[in-house]
């Protein structure tokens, strides 16, 4: 059997009984996260233009907006809601995909649940297998494919929109297949275009391009069945090599092992050891003069975080500098720690001076402090905070959904989001949903 073909069957395979409740309850965090880094990143720039162009197309209004009430085309609102889900660089992260799993595939899997009336259950169980999907996909292209420039985001991410979607539209076995071929021709993203506008349009777009794959293949629309293993296929083009082979589905899910890793700061994931060991040196220290800061990190997210002196809060995301120095001035970094006015304040521009970034030669990372009457002192990590080796408490991941949801639902909105999303397996019908994202 070939890849192409695996995929295809275990997606429209996949049943509710094979899904083990530690993954169901994983499924529903990421859900749940999601909707809130939307919600939280509607009035983001990007989302808002994107907004306003999606609603003067005059589409058939049949799939929600989310944090808006506005509805629009089932490709539309998985565009928007696919940016603005990943606007703020809050959402979750697979280190087997290499990229971000949610926001490609909720989007592309809710529209979709909109349009055939699919139930709570129904909507999990694709969102399961668009994981799988996409995430094992990421990990046979592996990390050269990261490191080449591609954003497994994108290029990964609309295969898990596509089976998702696929899954709600009740596809065939052949007509997934064909689905991931015209998904196959969409596949892209350059990981140049990080620390702007277009960065989280990557997600939207792949989440429009997945659902649209499965759309057009239910429609009849012919494409090779073998697109990921085709010569000019995934394989080849975005991977380099052959054989190429799919790691083994379910067997555990992506979802148990590596797991996935919801962030607890508004920036690049491979800026999170660095705050999380500031954080606790600032702790230690509070009060004491600094005169420098010295960083060991990720020779790999030293090629992402390309901006050691950010002008605005989308470049402060992805500058390793910046994180470091918000964190001891400011301490936990929430949203308005990337503002374009916190990046380019005196305070800060001053620290960013005495940063010094280096690689680490090792698995751990390391920040040293330097103080101003000379002595030092240091802390490592080998896992940021929310890694499945150090999760968040239920506290803390529902105090970021909290914090993201309440200034624009309130208080009680944020409570009535929560609930709907713990009892989603006993959902009737995905449009109730849509009603508590607004």
């Avoid at 009984?17 to 529903?28: C, L, N, S």
């Avoid at 065939?172 to 275009?193: E, K, V, W, Y």
């Avoid at 992402?304 to 605005?312: A, M």
Wanted: proline residues 5%; hydrophobic residues 45%; contains cysteine.
């Amino acid at each position: 059997m070939s890849e192409t073909a695996r995929l295809a069957d275990f997606a429209l395979a996949l049943r509710a009984a094979a899904i083990p409740a530690k993954v169901r309850a994983t499924a529903r965090a990421a859900i749940l996260d999601a909707l809130a880094c939307a919600i939280a990143g509607r009035h983001e720039p990007v989302s808002e233009r994107l907004r306003a162009w999606a609603l003067a197309q005059e589409s058939r209004g049949v799939a929600s907006l989310w944090g808006t009430g506005e509805r629009v085309s089932a490709a539309l609102a998985a565009l928007v809601n696919g940016t603005a889900a990943h606007a703020l660089d809050f959402d979750d992260v697979s280190w087997a995909m290499n990229g971000h799993p949610t926001v490609p595939l909720l989007p592309a899997a809710f529209a979709a649940g909109e349009v055939t009336g699919a139930s709570g259950a129904d909507l999990l169980r694709a969102f399961v297998a668009g994981f799988e999907v996409e995430s094992r996909i990421g990990q046979a292209l592996g990390r050269p494919h990261y490191e080449k420039g591609w954003h497994a985001t994108s290029t990964a991410g609309v295969f898990g929109a596509a089976a998702a979607a696929g899954v709600l539209f009740g596809l065939d076995p052949g007509q997934l297949r064909r689905a991931f071929g015209i998904a196959c021709s969409r596949a892209s993203g350059t990981r140049g275009n990080f620390g702007t506008d277009t960065k989280p349009l990557h997600a939207g777009l792949a989440a429009r391009a997945g659902l649209e794959a499965a759309e057009l293949a239910r429609l009849g629309v012919t494409a090779r069945e073998d697109a990921v293993e085709m010569e000019m296929g995934l394989a080849d083009l975005y991977a380099g090599k052959q054989p190429f082979a799919v790691p083994p589905l379910g067997i555990p899910f992506a979802l148990e092992r590596p797991g996935l890793e919801l962030k607890p700061y508004p920036s690049c994931r491979f800026t999170h050891r660095t705050i999380d060991l500031v954080l606790a040196l600032r702790e230690k220290h509070a009060g004491r003069e600094l005169e420098s800061l010295e960083i060991a990190s990720d020779p790999l997210g030293l090629k992402i975080l390309i901006y050691p002196t950010p002008r605005t809060g989308l470049e402060a995301k992805f500058s390793l500098p910046y994180c470091a120095a918000i964190a001891w001035l400011d301490g936990w970094p929430g949203l308005a720690a990337f503002s374009d006015a916190r990046a380019v304040a005196a305070d800060v521009q001053s620290l960013l001076r005495r940063v010094v970034v280096r690689e680490a030669s090792g698995p751990e990372e390391e920040v040293e402090i330097v103080f101003g009457d000379g002595t030092r002192d240091r802390a490592t990590a080998r896992h940021a905070r929310g890694n499945p080796d150090l999760p968040l408490s239920d506290e803390q991941r529902l105090a970021k959904v909290r914090a993201c949801v309440a200034p624009a639902l309130g208080d009680a909105g944020a409570e009535r989001l929560i609930a709907a999303i713990d009892g989603l397996e006993s959902l009737r019908d995905v449009r109730e949903l849509a009603r508590w994202t607004a």
